[in-house]
């Protein structure tokens, strides 16, 4: 695919909208700078001026290229191609896919589900999320982006993306029924695994058998 052609076919696949991720980026900024200033000032009194340099730059910077990635963060569909962008882009192409599956993280209450992809010559790995769920609503990728993703998974032949693929129509149909959140099986599939701060792949077996499941 050339590059003219790939720019218009991107399909913006992003959960959250950027200005919103510029704003939590531009809170965690503030926050390292706070806790940097706050620490290296410590650091400071007891070994001097180089020492709370160190100090604060130690716990700032790690922050800082932390929050300059969330603000920059952005998923794309072109042809077959999946990419994510933060501190760089990370590119897999779905005809060359070596593992998919769903990853659900967990983080205060807030479930994020993601399509988890890897291939190539060099196993890159990209997570695109497609559905963030807190108590009984939240947010989900727009209809257009789902049948899309859907209709990409599904044209690679391969049997676990044929899978996520069926499972984002179901979603679909459930959107257009105008079922609420919690009736929907992004959600459903997600309250399924257990809560935990440590993100948490649903490999395509059990990703069929959901799916298999539904009415």
Do not use: H
């Not at 290296?40 to 716990?59: H, I, N, P």
């Not at 933060?86 to 599956?101: F, H, P, Q, S």
């Not at 939240?138 to 209709?151: I, P, S």
């Not at 695994?193 to 792949?201: F, L, S």
């Amino acid at each position: 695919m050339t590059e003219r052609a790939a720019e218009t076919d991107r399909i913006p696949l992003d959960l959250l909208p950027p200005e919103f991720l510029r704003k939590r980026a531009k809170s965690v900024a503030i926050g390292a700078v706070l806790v940097g200033a706050a620490l290296g000032g410590l650091f400071g009194l007891v070994g001097g001026r180089t020492a709370g340099l160190v100090a604060a730059a130690v716990v700032a910077v790690p922050l800082l290229l932390l929050a300059w990635a969330e603000s920059r963060r952005r998923c794309w569909l072109a042809g077959s191609e999946l990419s994510v962008r933060a501190l760089g882009t990370r590119t897999v192409d779905l005809a060359e896919l070596t593992d998919i599956t769903v990853l659900v993280a967990d983080q205060r209450g807030v479930r994020t589900i993601g399509v988890l992809v890897q291939g190539g010559p060099r196993r890159r790995l990209v997570n695109v999320a497609v559905a963030l769920y807190a108590g009984s609503g939240g947010r989900e990728l727009g209809v257009y982006e789902l049948r899309r993703l859907a209709d990409a998974l599904a044209a690679t032949g391969d049997t676990r993306a044929l899978v996520l693929s069926q499972l984002l129509v179901a979603q679909l149909r459930a959107d257009a029924r105008g079922e609420a959140a919690a009736d929907r099986p992004l959600y459903q599939l997600a309250s399924l695994v257990p809560a935990g701060r440590v993100p948490r792949r649903i490999g395509s077996d059990a990703v069929a058998r959901f799916v298999a499941a539904l009415d």
